[in-house]
């Protein structure tokens, strides 16, 4: 039997990376559940905030 044409292409699509926008960093979605919203996550530390190290490197938008 043949899956009906479009099935199965999200395990097909390449995975674009979450970027944080303040440090740089990968993040990442945590599903979210009954009484609990979906949160963006740093990859590596599983946090939401920057880390401050990350913060200090960061560019400075203002600088232009």
Known sequence: MTQPE???Q???RSRIPLICPRCGREQRVVPGGPGR???VVH???GREACEPGDLARAPDD???
């Open 37 to 39: 919203a979906v949160k």
């Open 6 to 8: 479009g099935a199965g």
């Open 43 to 45: 990859a590596g530390t």
């Open 10 to 12: 999200a395990a097909h």
């Open 62 to 64: 203002d600088a232009a």
